[in-house]
């Protein structure tokens, strides 16, 4: 997903990035579309692949979502514990 923030890229190019062969790198590609968090078109005999923007908003939202409980609850545990180590 780094390689392809800078804009589309095809699978060799990405490939050349990497030090994990070809087919990972498409196997890779495939699961991130799935989670539709890339999208891919083809241009001649290559694919290329881009960041799919609103999969990354959807992402984010969980992560910011899941981090905004997670704190909450730290510092609801952290505001109940008393001096000692007790509560």
């Known amino acids: ?14 490939v050349r990035e990497l030090p994990i062969s070809q087919p990972a790198v498409s196997q890779h590609l495939k699961v991130l579309k ?13 694919r290329v692949y881009q960041l799919a923007p609103d999969g990354l908003a959807e992402l984010h ?14 510092k609801a545990a952290a505001e109940t514990k008393q001096p000692g180590g007790r509560r």
């Open 61 to 74: 939202a969980y992560f910011h979502e899941f981090w905004s409980q997670a704190l909450a609850d730290l």
């Open 1 to 14: 997903m780094e390689l392809l923030r800078g804009g589309p890229r095809a699978v060799g190019e990405i």
């Open 34 to 46: 799935r989670a539709g968090l890339v999208t891919d078109r083809p241009d001649g005999n290559r």
